[in-house]
């Protein structure tokens, strides 16, 4: 997991705080704004879940707290639901400028109805996936029931809501009338995904129905069976991040990626544009190389010596366990650390010059078991025999030629 603090601005000019959660090891293919739910913030379990899920898959994702909530700045009681929609268009522009466009927007509960209706205004959008949306967000007032009689009297209210106080004013509830998703949803024109509870009690699942018939294709509808509206179980927001994952692979563009084949042991192939990260293909299994960030590669895998160490710990490892095995000794467990670095010889005539320094692997083992002295003095000098060592200590020849 790769995950990135940002700020960015409102169209007010105040400072937005978001996460910006990448692939641990690849460049995102796509990019993901997170709508959170009414009053809720970045930081919310499933929020964190979903977006995980989805970086997990290669997405980038950003979610963010609105105007007024979490670390953002502004007062909640002077936002409403449009102030929410430009939010979101700001989140997008931020990700255009820095980063990508993004083409997936994920919106819960109210946060989904701000989805669709920022959707329909950026352009960059492909798709579209709501959970535990509101049909319409008016829906949102009957968390406020006991309190709107005071508010369109007295034009406030101090709402408690899920233990917390808000703030709410008359401008709020006249901003959500104001808005119909039916008719936003019906010109939308992009895919969507209606995910909802069939036992969420908050929103109930006849909003779910209403938003997919307000809907043109292509639209989908996936269950979350035994969900709360929350998704505070971690297998419920994990699942529902990675069915939006699967689902969002129709609409949005997702580089193919090409399986390197070679007749000889190992293949490394690496784009002009991918900075250090190499493909690679040793044996039957897949993997990356790259270099450090220090050295301007996104460390996305091991870098070339690292590669060789590890040969050399893994095959030590083998090469001793073999041995013992043979043997009938007690070796339950056997760590090999190595690492890489250019020293001075043991033996060095002239330390003080750069030229003397040589390559070397500093090997340390671990033996675990019931092993005498006389074992481990053998099993040490095992080590040193190892195939990869013997390589090490051989002289070997590199045989290049071109394939045209």
């Not at 700020?7 to 959170?36: C, K, M, W, Y």
């Not at 205004?121 to 968390?143: Q, R, W, Y």
């Not at 390197?260 to 991918?274: E, M, N, P």
């Amino acid at each position: 997991m790769n995950l990135q603090k940002v700020t960015f601005e409102n169209e007010s000019g105040q400072q937005l705080s978001g996460r910006l959660e990448l692939p641990a090891d690849e460049i995102p293919h796509n990019f993901v704004l997170f709508a959170h739910c009414f009053t809720c913030n970045k930081n919310l379990g499933a929020v964190r879940n979903i977006s995980r899920a989805l970086s997990s898959k290669g997405f980038g994702v950003l979610r963010f707290d609105f105007t007024g909530l979490g670390e953002s700045d502004g007062d909640f009681e002077d936002t409403n639901f449009s102030g929410n929609v430009a939010d979101l268009i700001a989140a997008s522009d931020y990700l255009a400028e820095n980063y990508k466009a993004p083409t997936l927007v994920v919106g819960h509960s109210l946060g989904g109805a701000a989805a669709i209706f920022a959707a329909a205004e950026i352009t960059s959008i492909k798709a579209v996936a709501t959970i535990g949306a509101p049909s319409n967000p008016v829906h949102v007032t009957h968390l406020l029931k006991s309190s709107l009689e005071e508010i369109e009297n007295e034009g406030v209210a101090v709402v408690n809501l899920s233990g917390r106080d808000f703030t709410i004013k008359k401008q709020f509830l006249d901003d959500l009338k104001t808005k119909s998703l039916p008719d936003v949803a019906q010109g939308l024109r992009k895919a969507l995904l209606v995910m909802h509870s069939p036992q969420d009690t908050t929103v109930g699942i006849k909003n779910a129905e209403e938003i997919y018939i307000a809907a043109r294709h292509p639209k989908s509808f996936v269950s979350l069976d035994g969900a709360d509206h929350l998704l505070m179980r971690r297998e419920d927001s994990e699942y529902a991040g990675l069915v939006i994952a699967g689902w969002a692979s129709r609409y949005v563009d997702i580089p193919k990626e090409t399986n390197i084949k070679s007749s000889h042991d190992t293949v490394a192939s690496l784009s002009g544009s991918k900075g250090y990260t190499t493909q690679m293909k040793i044996g039957n299994h897949y993997m990356l190389a790259d270099e450090p960030e220090s050295v301007g590669g996104n460390d996305f895998g091991p870098n070339p010596y690292e590669f060789v160490s590890a040969g050399l710990s893994a095959c030590t490892a083998m090469t001793v366990q073999m041995y013992v095995r043979r043997k009938g000794w007690d070796l339950q467990n056997i760590e090999v650390h190595t690492s890489y670095s250019k020293e001075h010889a043991i033996d060095c005539e002239n330390c003080e010059a750069d030229s003397a320094r040589i390559d070397t692997f500093q090997r340390e083992i671990k033996f675990e078991g019931d092993l005498d002295e006389k074992q481990v003095a053998r099993m040490l000098e095992i080590a040193d025999k190892c195939p990869v060592h013997r390589t090490l200590h051989s002289e070997t020849q590199v045989l290049t030629k071109l394939i045209i």
